[in-house]
């Protein structure tokens, strides 16, 4: 069956650093998702991306955060200067052209320290 | 914030059916009900969605209420492997999932 792919499963990185966390979506999906979830918390919707571009993003998805599908098949999560509190699980995931539904990839879990 | 309400947790025995109740009392006419599952330390998992009509596939079944303000998933033989934290989620038509507390499904051999 096929997945989502994230890598590194588990990054840890100092307080003002850049990340980048590494996503290769399902081939023939279409709309991608970075979502994330901090310890013992819901998991939050941070945004989509429909043909090259961002179509929704939520609060949390501030200045601080890019994303990026550089090269057709991976899609990337950039966070510019990581904060204590960006400290979470963060799940990719994509659906295909049907919308049904969601296929998430098992995550990367930040450290920032 | 969530639209939906699940309880916090719900016990069943092994190989017996379960039955996870979820309202959704503002939901809209064109928002779906999706539910997903998630294993500790794993990334959730897609269980089935609808939008009328019940559904059901090799995982589950879904069954929609004539006014859409609730739905109940239906595991119909419950396995040691089916204990997780199962999410009720209305899908709207800006694709977004909010995301609630979901139900902690807890299995007893």
Redesign the interface.
């Given at each position: 069956e096929p997945e989502?792919t994230q890598t590194p499963s588990h990054q840890v990185t100092q307080m003002g650093q850049e990340v980048i966390l590494r996503c290769v979506p399902i081939s023939n999906h279409l709309?991608f998702y970075w979502?994330r979830q901090i310890l013992g918390q819901?998991?939050?919707?941070l945004v989509?991306f429909y043909n090259n571009e961002i179509?929704?993003k939520?609060e949390i998805f501030d200045d601080q955060f890019s994303v990026e599908r550089p090269d057709g098949s991976n899609f990337t999560l950039k966070i510019r200067s990581t904060k204590l509190e960006d400290s979470a699980m963060y799940?990719c995931?994509s659906?295909d052209p049907r919308?049904?539904?969601?296929?998430?990839?098992?995550?990367t879990r930040l450290t920032v320290v | 914030d969530a639209k939906t309400t699940q309880p916090n947790s719900m016990e069943s025995n092994e190989e017996e059916p379960v039955h996870l109740p979820c309202n959704h009392s503002t939901i809209s006419g064109t928002d779906y009900i999706h539910w997903y599952r998630q294993l500790p330390s794993q990334g959730p998992e897609y269980v089935i969605h609808g939008l009328t009509s019940n559904v059901n596939n090799r995982m589950a079944s879904l069954a929609i209420a004539e006014d859409r303000k609730s739905s109940t998933l239906i595991l119909h033989r419950a396995t040691l492997r089916d204990a997780a934290v199962y999410y009720c989620i209305l899908r709207q038509s800006n694709y977004q999932l909010i995301w609630g507390a979901g139900t902690k499904l807890i299995i007893k051999p």
């Open positions: 989502v709309y979502y819901k998991v939050e919707f989509s179509s929704e939520s799940f995931a659906s919308l049904t539904g969601y296929t998430f990839g098992s995550g | -």
